[in-house]
């Protein structure tokens, strides 16, 4: 049986928190991107990527398919279409597909596309649709659409722990929504029993109070299976 590879972040500030998670759990380092300007409007009014986005898509294993559904009037049409460019520039594992709904329904319907904008990224069976603004956007697509199995994410709490869910200065939601935009699971946990068989990563932010020598125990007792 392959060994389960477990992680314990612990007393770490926001923005380490946020590489190590990525890093952690097997994914790419690629939150840095969040954190300073996506992508420039170069003179002929192309895209050029982030520093990050080319070690996502240089990872792929398997092909994925994008199609584009936008009619003319669809303002962000030729945006999308630019900057999806620049990802098949860079790996043959990513072709594009450009369908305009007003005239060609059928396959608008096949694929039971309802709006316009709609960005439909298929690989092997899994599928993922949405609407694309930025290259944000379409990374974390490609993150949840190559991977091959939902890592879960738990925040410890009841020790004066950066709060997962609050939205105050001290919270960290704005990381748990970046986590789930990416396809994991983010929940919370108190120790008193045992960890969770579906813990991949457990985040130990910034504890106010010391964790008492049972819940030491149990976290080790995690990391030792």
Not at 57 to 78: D, G, M
Not at 92 to 98: A, L, P, R
Not at 192 to 207: H, M, R, S, T
């Amino acid at each position: 049986m392959k060994q389960k590879k477990r992680r314990v972040l612990y007393g770490v500030n926001l923005g380490i928190l946020i590489i190590i998670l990525l890093a952690t759990v097997l994914v790419i380092n690629y939150l840095g991107m969040y954190y300073h300007q996506r992508f420039d409007l170069t003179a002929n009014s192309r895209y050029s990527l982030s520093e990050h986005t080319p070690i996502v898509v240089r990872s792929l294993k398997k092909p994925v398919h994008i199609t584009t559904f936008a009619t003319k009037k669809y303002n962000n049409r030729q945006r999308i279409h630019d900057l999806l460019t620049e990802y098949t520039s860079i790996s043959n594992k990513i072709s594009v597909e450009k369908v305009d709904p007003d005239t060609n329904p059928s396959k608008t319907q096949k694929e039971k596309i309802t709006y316009d904008g709609a960005v439909l990224f298929e690989s092997g069976r899994k599928r993922e649709v949405g609407v694309v603004f930025s290259e944000e956007d379409v990374t974390n697509f490609l993150i949840k659409i190559i991977r091959e199995e939902i890592k879960t994410i738990y925040f410890l709490s009841g020790h004066g722990e950066h709060d997962s869910k609050s939205s105050t200065p001290d919270g960290y939601s704005e990381i748990a929504l970046t986590l789930r935009d990416q396809g994991y699971q983010v929940k919370t946990i108190e120790i008193f029993q045992k960890i969770p068989v579906d813990c991949n990563v457990l985040v130990i932010a910034g504890a106010k109070k010391p964790l008492l020598d049972t819940e030491l125990a149990t976290i080790e007792n995690y990391l030792e299976l």
